[in-house]
């Protein structure tokens, strides 16, 4: 089956979280590795890149990579419980963990930010 840009979803694949083998421990990590079609692949690549260069600008880069981690076995936990027929693949999972702490980091330090911001801007005006 060719791969194209919408799918098809790799379901016989051994790394893709299968729901009839929970007992396979290893898939609530490694469907990170597998894609449903190269849009999938794409966009998770280009948030990747976005979010996460700049949290390991401010953070260390195991601390961005422990919150994907989490986020990816976390995604697959929750999706287990939540929708238990569910076949799982990508780095969904991982990528919203990393922009919800993108988030959590803007709001946490608004005022430090915004104060950094002002001197720059007062600086530029000055030459």
């Not at 379901?11 to 898939?27: A, D, Q």
């Not at 919203?96 to 001197?119: M, P, T, V």
């Amino acid at each position: 089956v060719p791969i194209t840009w919408t799918g098809p979803a790799p379901f016989c694949s051994v790394l893709v979280y299968n729901p009839g083998k929970r007992y396979e421990v290893w898939r609530f990590f490694t469907y990170s590795f597998v894609h449903s079609g190269v849009e999938h692949i794409v966009v998770n690549i280009v948030l990747q890149l976005l979010v996460g260069l700049a949290l390991e600008m401010s953070n260390s880069w195991w601390r961005v990579g422990l919150v994907y981690v989490l986020g990816v076995v976390s995604g697959s936990l929750a999706t287990s419980v939540i929708s238990p027929g569910l076949f799982l693949a990508g780095a969904s999972g991982g990528v919203y963990a990393i922009a919800c702490s993108h988030l959590a980091a803007i709001l946490l330090n608004w005022k430090e930010d915004s104060l950094i911001l002002r001197q720059r801007l007062r600086n530029k005006k000055a030459t």
